[in-house]
């Protein structure tokens, strides 16, 4: 049976995105998905996510990383998917759905996304470090000379050590540009690499950078390897809420797999 798929992107971060409204995709195979994930021998995507409907919202949004197994939310992603769910008719302009996380809003302008992204009540600041849950886990630490930082190996080596068990966690690395830009690189669980963006990690840094007073600024631009990404909160007794992640999605092509 073939089945269509399209890649999208943002900022880099790609994903082959398919319409399963009608259930007909296997989610149970890891393998295949992780296939259709490979960059060699499938499609080649940071991650793969399926559109599904659902009675009290506009969609649902399944997300999975390259492994192959379902994964916590995806900034991008779902930046991503409410372009998709325009290009099918399921939504104009606003779009609200459901993922792993909760519910999400979304606003689709002339190729620009701006996704609502979930309050963070907690920031835990370190001497080295800032730990903060965007949707998903995000290890933040500053460094120098980011363009030649061996992200990869330094971030591997925080994601699997014992600071966050066998769970794990995302690990960025920032350094400042000004008072309202950073630069951002980041390693992902799932992928297990660098990705050339990743939204609820500049989300994470963007508030993070806020915490520790590396900004006053409550719209923040995080530049990232495959292009800049802009975040807007609001602080209200210690917490981040009204979080929005801003940056284009765009549509990479279509095709059909079996």
């Known amino acids: 049976m073939k089945l269509n798929f399209y890649k999208y992107q943002g900022t880099g971060n ?131 000379d980011l363009k030649h930082f061996d992200v990869k190996t330094k971030g591997s080596a925080i994601r699997y050590g014992n600071l966050y068990g066998k769970a794990g966690s995302n690990v960025n690395f920032v350094e400042k540009i000004s008072e309202d830009t950073f630069a951002v690189r980041t390693y992902e669980r799932g992928v297990e690499d660098e990705t050339l963006s990743c939204g609820t990690g500049v989300t994470a840094v963007a508030l993070a950078m806020h915490y520790i007073g590396e900004t006053e600024k409550n719209l923040v631009t995080l530049k990232t390897k495959g292009g800049d990404l802009k975040v807007s909160f609001t602080v209200e007794n210690g917490t981040y809420k009204n979080v929005w992640l801003i940056g284009p999605a765009t549509l990479v092509y279509k095709g059909t797999f079996e």
């Open 14 to 144: 790609d994903f082959v995105m398919i319409d399963n409204r009608s259930l007909h995709f296997d989610k149970n195979n890891t393998k295949h998905i992780a296939f259709l994930c490979d960059r060699r021998f499938g499609i080649g995507a940071d991650g793969l996510i399926l559109l599904e409907n659902h009675p009290d919202y506009d969609f649902k949004m399944v997300y999975y990383n390259a492994d192959g197994n379902e994964s916590s939310m995806c900034g991008n992603g779902g930046r991503c998917l409410s372009a998709f769910a325009k290009q099918l008719g399921v939504v104009n302009d606003k779009a609200t759905f459901i993922a792993i996380d909760g519910l999400h809003h979304a606003v689709i302008e002339q190729g620009v996304v701006s996704l609502q992204m979930q309050d963070v009540l907690k920031v835990n600041q370190q001497q080295d470090y800032v730990f903060l849950d965007t949707g998903s886990p995000h290890h933040i630490e500053m460094v120098n």
